[in-house]
Structures are given as structure tokens and as C-alpha cells.
């Protein structure tokens, strides 16, 4: 099995496959890749060559709607620089003046990041919150605008971490599923579950409709998408033969590195594709669905009333019950890929512990 990214993206093939439109799926590529050129175009010669200006979010998803905004960050691989930081004041005002939206204000977004944080700091105390979502979101949404040396370089040292620890003995092998990444997938998806409620305490009824949408769409996506990274992985060196252990975890940081260049529906539809195929109920269960979101996050009009809906409106509220009903499919679309099928052995054994 493999995630072969010079083929046609596998979400595309399995649309083809069984005969689907999936017309808010298609557009949505369309859309996040004119913009990704645009970005290039205008903020390429900005950048320098030892940073990355890297983009999260639907547009590194390739599922840029209307409505969307761009998060990114300057990615610094090297000495520390004053100009990098006017560097991302060019890069905001250039953001500005093609109408994107600036971050929020003391985010994880919209200013540098360091790697020797992302790479040295994984668990512990200096693990803040925002290393931790800068890390994964590397990982699981993420694309470069300009050159992408720092970024390639972040991305293959972080991995080499979560591979190489696992290695507990000289006679250990990196071929199985790397259960340090799982964990830390599974730690992430929990924390974005807990700042949720963090942020409906705080926020109060600031977008929480909108941020609940989210939570059961999109953010359960990329969690999914970070599981099946890991039994693609399994999988891809099932029975393969070990030569040396630090030999064969560069084959498996390699692997890896490959998925985070493809995006979360991708990586769903390769896993679909290879262990349900392209006429399963699962197969339209899990994309009609998320084709239905898209089209909801794209509809200025929904989209405007998820953002200042108030929670005692939710109730009588044709938008809202409408994203209800999506993400209910979803979950239950994803614990059919999970539970019901060939993914059934690797779901109780890895990602219930």
C-alpha cells in the first residue's frame, strides 16, 4: 500500500470511482489552489531562504471557502534574525492589501515560529499549548508559500523524533505503527476538544455555532487523518525486512513526510480506496457528507448566521440544525470506517490505549 502524490490526489480518484460530483469538494480545490498561486506570486521573493512562510487551515487543506481566513506562520530554521521579524510585517501588510485577514492577535498565527522548539519540545512542561498546536498542525494541515528548504527540514526532524524514540532496544524495529505520533495525535485531538469548551467559557457565544461545526467536521477530519497516517504506516512496511534500525526509521520519517505533503481527505480517501473500495457505503457515507459541510461553510448567508448564532437560538435554527445533522452523519460515516471494517483491529487495539 502507498500514498503515491504525483497521481491524482486520491479524493479525486475515488469521486471518479464511484461516480460521485462532490461539487463543493471539487471547488474547493480549485479555490485553495488559485489562492496558494496567488500567495506565491505576491509573497515568494519576501521570504528568505532560511524561513518558510508556511499556511494552516482550509487553505493547507485545499478546502478554501468564501468565507475562509489564512493562518500562517514565518517558519525560522537557522540564527535568530531582527529582519525576520519585519519580514512578517511585510508579509502581514501584503495579506492586508490582497483583503486576507490578519490572524487574531496573540495566536499561534500570523508571527514567527522558531523549530528548535517544535523539534526539541514535544511532552513536558515546555510543551505550551501553542508548541503543541504550531507541531501538529505542521503535520496535519499544513503547506508552504515560497521556498520550502525550513519547512522540509522542520517537518522530516520532527518525525525523526516520534520514530527514533520509539526505538527502545538495538534489536527494535521502526516498522509497525508509531505509536509515540498516534499518542500525540490522540493528545491533540483532546486538547482541541478541551479549548473548545475553554473558549465557550471565555468567548461566551462569540461563534461558538460555528466553532461547533468545525469541531465535528473539519477538526475531526484531521484527527481521523492523523490515525490513518499511522496504520498507513503499519501498513506500508508490513513484513518488511529490518536492516538498521536508525536506516529503517528513515524510511518510515520518509513515508510519513510524503502523507503531510497531501492533505486530510486525501489521506482518508487512499485509506477508503485501499481497504473498503470505491463502492462501499462508507465511501459516499463519509464524502457526500463532508461535500455537504463545504457547501454550508462556503454559503456566505449560513455562514454568517453560524458565526452570531447565541445558544438559546440553536434549537429553532434551520442553519444550525442543518450542521447538526452533517456532523452526526460524520461521526457515525468515521466509526463505520473505524469499527466496522478491515480498520476494526487496528481502532481497539491502538487507539482505544
Not at 474547493?28 to 509573497?43: D, I, P, Q
Not at 535568530?80 to 498565527?109: C, M, V, Y
Not at 473500495?277 to 455562514?303: C, H, P, Q, W
Request: with cysteine; glycine share 6%; proline share 4%.
Amino acid at each position: 500500500m502507498s500514498l503515491a502524490v504525483d497521481l491524482p490526489a486520491p479524493v479525486l480518484q475515488l469521486r471518479d470511482a464511484c461516480g460521485a460530483e462532490w461539487p463543493n469538494i471539487t471547488a474547493s480545490r480549485e479555490r485553495s489552489a488559485a489562492k496558494l498561486e496567488a500567495l506565491r506570486v505576491h509573497l515568494t521573493a519576501a521570504v528568505p531562504q532560511d524561513t518558510t512562510l508556511v499556511v494552516f487551515g482550509s487553505l493547507a487543506r485545499n478546502e478554501f471557502t468564501a468565507g475562509s481566513d489564512v493562518d500562517w506562520t514565518l517558519l525560522v530554521d537557522g540564527a535568530a534574525n531582527p529582519e525576520h521579524w519585519d519580514t512578517t510585517q511585510r508579509i502581514r501588510a501584503k495579506l492586508g492589501s490582497l483583503g486576507i485577514n490578519a490572524p487574531t492577535a496573540g495566536g499561534a498565527f500570523g508571527s514567527l515560529t522558531f523549530s528548535h522548539d517544535l523539534i526539541h519540545k514535544i511532552g513536558g512542561d515546555d510543551d505550551t499549548n501553542q508548541n503543541t498546536t504550531q507541531r501538529l498542525l505542521l503535520l496535519l494541515e499544513s503547506a508552504c508559500i515560497g521556498p520550502g528548504r525550513a519547512y522540509e527540514h522542520v517537518v522530516e526532524s520532527i518525525l525523526t523524533r516520534y520514530i527514533e524514540e520509539d526505538l527502545l532496544s538495538p534489536n527494535d524495529t521502526p516498522f509497525r505503527v508509531p505509536r509515540f505520533l498516534l499518542n500525540d495525535f490522540a493528545r491533540y485531538w483532546r486538547t482541541m476538544a478541551v479549548d473548545f469548551a475553554h473558549k465557550r467559557r471565555v468567548r461566551q457565544a462569540d461563534k461558538w455555532a460555528l466553532r461547533t461545526t468545525k469541531l465535528r467536521l473539519s477538526r475531526k477530519l484531521l484527527y481521523s487523518a492523523g490515525l490513518l497516517s499511522c496504520y498507513l504506516c503499519g501498513e506500508q512496511f508490513r513484513g518488511a525486512r529490518r536492516s538498521n534500525p536508525y536506516h529503517d526509521a528513515r524510511q518510515v520519517t520518509q513515508f510519513l513526510a510524503q502523507l503531510v505533503r497531501t492533505t486530510p481527505l486525501d489521506i482518508v480517501a487512499r485509506v477508503v480506496l485501499d481497504s473498503f473500495g470505491e463502492t462501499s457505503v462508507v465511501a459516499r457515507a463519509i464524502f457526500d457528507t463532508y461535500d455537504e459541510f463545504l457547501g454550508v461553510m462556503n454559503d456566505a448567508a449560513k455562514r454568517e448566521t453560524l458565526k452570531r448564532l447565541r445558544p438559546e437560538e440553536a434549537d429553532s435554527n434551520a442553519v444550525f440544525q442543518e450542521a447538526r445533522q452533517l456532523g452526526t452523519q460524520f461521526h457515525d460515516a468515521l466509526t463505520r470506517l473505524f469499527f466496522e471494517g478491515p480498520l476494526r483491529e487496528f481502532t481497539i487495539r491502538y487507539g482505544v490505549f
